[in-house]
């Protein structure tokens, strides 16, 4: 067994991987980025190696500098998570050349599998069944066009070295076809260093199935069952589950001996994926093979009660499988979510910034392991702590939340519940979006297809998409917010203290003046009118048409944001405690499961020049322009393209936010911009 190991990425799966190597009794080494030089993994393993510049070129993709670093700390093997080099061949090659042991397949597994084009000629003499498509060398305009009407509309153009979502397009008839194309090279080609696609029927709503299989040098192959990820946003995960739900027992085992077969094909060792899509009629078919641990393996281990990390290790120990087929069951039902810094309201656009408030509930254990999390139900896998800023360089997934019980219903349940139980203030994130995909009707009925996100995004208005919280209860807590911000600031500026208990509100022998305040939840203007009053830890909060009774807890130190917790005595939620969290102008508000936030219009921050008719579109994070679809003078519509920004690994299209004419584009194609540059100025129709 090996004595040291190098954990070649960043994260929380960074933090997975040292969790059970060092329960083994293995010392680990870390690396990290300039960017990353105070996180989470860099701190917990036993020696870390800065590798250079934030840009993942630079440091995390180099791969000589992670290969220089293993041989200086004599390292005798290599795990590298997934993304980054994971897939890599050239990186297995290179450890193979300098005599370190490589934490995954060969390099040949990889170098098949990662070519989707390879990877489905290698399996289709076996019989595996595939998609109508075209995966040829020939990459010529005239040879794609002349494929796609072979193949027919709608279709999917995918980059055979792609994965995580990127470089993949949807085209639903031949106009589309060249842009899409151009599109999706560009992007494979910066994220991947391969411009190659290949072309694909496109399945209706399908299902995305798919199986975990593990190999030994031994010649024995096994599969741990199949998981659901077919909640899917921008092809990307967001929650998994296993096992998938209303399987037979017949499908189940065609899908499980399907995936061996696959593995078998390639000679395959260690932990792979492979990944289907299930259609309407029960039919599934081959899509790709990724040769790495998944994001969403631990719904994997919470079912099967297995490591799957340390597994992994003692596969490229040269150990053997530590099960057969025959001892390997499903027990219960586990989710997974994925939890991004990201605005849902905006189309999913990546969030950067600090973290200022993350807070997980006492139930969630952090450690990983065999039956982790089982306990309690819950388990996170994180990289965050309150302090740590998440960063334009890499992808802002921030954690995953994991819960398992003895039944589906159960298990989603534990996740609503957790979610709304968690915390993360500073950033925009899909926390409190997650929760309510898990109480969509369709999604919690199980069965759900890749469409479902799309179909609840299509229907979402602020008028379909109520917080849960009582109107009345909202803008009362809002203004009970409002209050103790401006006490703790009196506090503050007569140095007695933090507390907004310590200074009296003031008595008034009638009825007292109502403070006004201006909100904007999501893009719905919102008023609060109300006044404060307090006696001992009882509040009275009262509002143009109504009142709110509560019982105050204020939380001052360790948290490092200005916080009221409490429990409402009166109203319609009456019995829920409530949480205000306020970060610079924005106040994050929970009430029993609900959450939601605001923001203040803080009048000494309202721009004087606000009233103009000026408009500009402004980068909503760092990145770099690579197309710009108006030119000066043009007459645009609301919701219109505009530009396109390349940020975090993917491209974003930034659309017009009302009707006007475009007066200056002050940053042309290529430009590398900050958050908050204006892109785009225009005046309105």
Known sequence: MFTKILIANRG????????????MGIQTVAVYSTADAQALHVQECNEAVCLGEPEAALSYLNIEKVIAAARRTGAQAIHPGYGFLSENAAFAQACADAHIAFIGPGVQAIRTMGSKS???ACVQPAGVPLIPGYFGADQSLATLQAEAQRIGFPLMIKAVAGGGGKG?????????LPAALESCQREARNAFGDATVMLEKQIINPRHVEVQVFADTHGNVVHLFERDCSAQRRHQKVIEEAPAFGLTEAQRKAFGDTAVQVARAVNYVGAGTVEFLLDARGEFYFMEMNTRLQVEHPVTEMITGFDLVQWQIEIAAGLPLPATQET????????????????PDQGFLPAIGTVELWEAPEAIEFHTGTHAGRTAGVRLDSSMRSGLAVSPYYDPMVGKLITWAPTRAAALQKLADALARLRCVGVKNNIAWLRSLCLHPEFAAGGYDTGL???????????TTPTGIDPQTLTALAGLARWALHQQTIARSHKTGTDPLAVLDGFYSSAPPLREDRWLQRDQSLVSHSHVSIQGQQALVQCSEHSLNCQLTVVSQPYPLPRLTGLLTTGPHAGDCFDLIWHG????????TEQTSLQWLNPAHIRADQGHDGQGVAAPMPGKVFAVFVKVGDTVKKGQPLIGLEAMKMEHTLNSPCDGVVES??????????????LIHFSKD
């Open 118 to 120: 390879e990877a489905k």
């Open 168 to 176: 993949i397009r949807i085209v639903n008839n031949e106009g589309e």
């Open 585 to 592: 102008d924005n106040l994050s508000l929970h009430v029993g």
């Open 12 to 23: 929380e799966i960074a933090r997975r991987i040292n969790r059970t190597a060092q329960a």
């Open 453 to 463: 996100i799309d179909r609840m995004t299509l229907a979402a208005t602020p008028a």
């Open 665 to 678: 584009i002050p940053h042309p194609v290529g430009d590398q911009v900050t958050e908050g540059t204006e």
């Open 328 to 343: 390997i069951h499903i027990d219960g039902h586990a989710f997974e979510a994925r939890l991004y810094a990201e605005n």
